[in-house]
């Protein structure tokens, strides 16, 4: 799984590839429609930096998966035993998630898209990145998140289209990074939770270094499963 974000020197990366761009504040009100759609337009449309390989793992309780990212025009999240690609490719309209096994390609269909990846607390939706094209997106306020201001935004899901009925993103005000991601069933009931937990700079770039990912039982509201992404470095040429 890719974590690749980029404009800004604290944070562009998020499980797959976001690259957000700071806006100047608005006041609340006004961010209820265009420039609310203009924030997340700017992400799905200049998602990635400088070509790069990184080593990278899957961390939930004593079970570690590895695998690299591979950032080249599209984020590929590759790997072994058994031998798995999955490719995002971010489009102006809609993400596209393919899955190549040996030398077959096919996309990740609707069906697919609660399943989880390797086992994980990230779905094939998640990974997809399928919240950044839901429109009518609204800004809900300002809130700090581990230290940096951040715009508190929601969007709806398209009906019948989504596990989740309501996503919340939480994006750095001065760079546009992502900073945390909530998703909630269609009964507004919290199921899901992404937040960055630390950064690193590589090759002059500040990235993701670890990222905790949380299902919460809707019921109880407690954790029932935690997953970390952790990028361990560049991997060697």
């Keep these: 799984m890719r974590v690749a974000f980029y404009p800004h020197p604290l944070l562009r990366h998020f499980l797959g590839a976001i690259c957000f761009f700071g806006f100047l504040a608005f006041s609340i009100p006004a961010f209820a429609g265009t420039e609310a759609e203009a924030i997340l337009k700017a992400a799905r449309v ?17 079970t570690n998966t590895p695998f690299q990212i591979v950032v080249d025009g599209k984020v590929s999240y590759e790997f072994e035993n058994p031998t798995q690609a999955l490719i995002l490719d971010l489009g102006d309209d809609e993400s596209r998630l393919t899955e190549r096994k040996g030398a077959k390609n096919a996309p ?42 951040s715009w ?11 596990q989740y009925g309501v996503a919340r993103l939480w994006i750095d005000k001065e760079g546009g990074a992502l900073m945390r991601v909530e998703g909630y069933d269609p009964q507004g009931r919290l199921i899901r939770k992404f937040e960055v937990v630390d950064v690193q700079r590589i090759d002059g770039q500040w990235m993701l270094k670890s990222m905790r990912i949380e299902t919460i039982n809707p019921e109880t509201k407690k954790v029932i499963s935690r997953t970390y992404l952790d990028v361990l470095g560049k991997a060697e040429a």
């Design 46 to 62: 200049n998602p990635l930096g400088n070509q790069i390989t990184l080593n990278a793992q899957l961390r939930s309780g004593r």
């Design 108 to 149: 990740i269909k609707a069906a697919r898209y609660d399943e989880r990846v390797r086992g994980t607390d990230i779905s094939f939706e998640d990974l997809a990145l399928k919240f950044l094209y839901w429109k009518h997106p609204k800004i809900l306020g300002e809130e700090t998140i581990r230290s940096r201001k």
């Design 152 to 162: 508190k935004f929601e969007i709806q899901a398209p009906r019948g289209s989504s």
